[in-house]
C-alpha cells in the first residue's frame, strides 16, 4: 500500500508537473447552455475537476476532467485534461478507463512532450493489476509489453529507469508462474512437461531469482526420464554459476546417487 501511495504521488506531480498551460489560454470556451451538462467556462470547469481531485473524489475528478475536453474541445486546456482525466481514473483504480484515456492521448498527440507520461501511466495500470503466479498471467504480460515499450521510446528518462526496475520484478513473476506449473508437471510424473517449463525460465529469464531452482528442476526431470547426459549439463550449469547454493549441493547429491559416472565426467 505504501509504494501505491508513493506511486499514485508521482503520478499526480508528474501529471500536474509536467503539463504547464498559461492562465492566459484559460477563457477561450463558449457558455451554451444545452450541453448534456451545465455549461461552463474552461477554467471553472477545470478548477472544479481538479477540486474534487484534490479531495480524493476521483470518479467525479474524472467526469469533470472529461467535461472539459467536451465543452472546449479546441481549448489548450483540452489535452490537459485528458491526461488528467487518465490519472484520475487510475487513481479510483478503474485501471481499463485510465488506459482508454491514456491511449486516447497518445492516438491524438502522439509526439507530445508529455507522452512518455501517457505511457507511463498505461504501464502502471497493467503493473497494479498483476496477480499471484496461481492466476492466469495475461495482465502481467500486458505490464511486460508496456514497460519495454517505455525503455525502447524514452530510454534517458525517469520513466525508463523505474520502468527497469519494474520490469525486473515482472520477469521474475513471470518465472514464478513457469515455476508453479513446472513443479506441478513434475508431482503428476509429466517430466517432459516440467523440463519444458524449466527450461524457459532457464532460457528467457535466466537473470531472476528463480533460475538456480530451475537448474536443479531440470536435473530432477532428466534424470527421472532416463538421460543423465543432459542431467549433467544442467547441473555443470548450476555448479559453474550458483556454486554456493544449495541447489547446487542439492543438484550434486542426486547425480552422485543416480548418475555417478556422468558425475564424474
Same mark, same amino acid.
Given at each position: 500500500m505504501l509504494e501505491r501511495s508513493r506511486l499514485k504521488t508521482a503520478l499526480l506531480a508528474a501529471a500536474t508537473g509536467a503539463l504547464v498551460l498559461t492562465a492566459g489560454c484559460a477563457g477561450a470556451g463558449g457558455k451554451n447552455k444545452d450541453t448534456a451538462y451545465v455549461a461552463r467556462d474552461v477554467d471553472t470547469l477545470y478548477a472544479a475537476a481538479k477540486e474534487r481531485l484534490n479531495q480524493g473524489r476521483t470518479k467525479q475528478a474524472a467526469?469533470? #476532467?472529461?467535461?472539459?475536453?467536451?465543452?472546449?474541445?479546441?481549448?489548450?486546456?483540452?489535452?490537459?485534461?485528458?491526461?488528467?482525466?487518465?490519472? &484520475?481514473?487510475?487513481?479510483?483504480?478503474?485501471?481499463? %478507463?485510465? !488506459?482508454?484515456?491514456?491511449?486516447?492521448?497518445?492516438? !491524438?498527440?502522439?509526439?507530445?512532450?508529455?507522452?512518455?507520461? @501517457?505511457?507511463?501511466?498505461?504501464?502502471?495500470?497493467?503493473?497494479?493489476? !498483476?496477480s499471484d503466479v496461481t492466476r492466469d498471467q495475461k495482465t502481467t504480460e500486458q505490464a511486460k509489453q508496456a514497460l519495454t515499450d517505455i525503455i525502447r521510446r524514452y530510454p534517458t528518462t525517469s520513466y525508463a529507469s523505474d520502468a527497469k526496475l519494474k520490469l525486473d520484478l515482472v520477469n521474475d513473476h513471470l518465472a514464478g508462474k513457469e515455476m508453479t506449473i513446472g513443479r506441478s508437471y513434475e508431482n503428476s510424473g509429466k517430466w517432459?512437461?516440467?523440463?519444458?517449463? #524449466?527450461?524457459?525460465?532457464?532460457?528467457?529469464?535466466?537473470?531472476?531469482?528463480?533460475?538456480?531452482? @530451475?537448474?536443479?528442476?531440470?536435473?530432477? &526431470?532428466?534424470?527421472?526420464?532416463?538421460?543423465?547426459?543432459?542431467?549433467?549439463?544442467?547441473?555443470?550449469?548450476?555448479?559453474?554459476?550458483?556454486?554456493? &547454493? %544449495?541447489?547446487?549441493?542439492?543438484?550434486?547429491?542426486?547425480?552422485?546417487?543416480?548418475?555417478?559416472?556422468?558425475?564424474?565426467?
Open positions: 467526469a469533470l #476532467f472529461d467535461e472539459v475536453e467536451r465543452q472546449h474541445p479546441y481549448s489548450p486546456w483540452a489535452r490537459r485534461a485528458q491526461l488528467m482525466s487518465a490519472f &484520475s481514473y487510475y487513481a479510483a483504480r478503474d485501471y481499463n %478507463k485510465a !488506459i482508454q484515456s491514456a491511449q486516447r492521448f497518445l492516438s !491524438i498527440h502522439p509526439g507530445n512532450k508529455d507522452a512518455p507520461y @501517457a505511457y507511463y501511466l498505461v504501464a502502471m495500470c497493467y503493473y497494479e493489476q !498483476i517432459l512437461a516440467a523440463t519444458l517449463r #524449466f527450461r524457459n525460465v532457464v532460457d528467457n529469464f535466466q537473470t531472476t531469482s528463480h533460475t538456480p531452482e @530451475a537448474l536443479f528442476r531440470l536435473v530432477e &526431470s532428466y534424470l527421472s526420464l532416463g538421460v543423465p547426459e543432459e542431467a549433467q549439463k544442467a547441473a555443470a550449469v548450476l555448479e559453474r554459476n550458483y556454486p554456493g &547454493s %544449495k541447489w547446487y549441493a542439492r543438484a550434486y547429491k542426486l547425480m552422485k546417487k543416480y548418475a555417478p559416472e556422468a558425475a564424474a565426467a
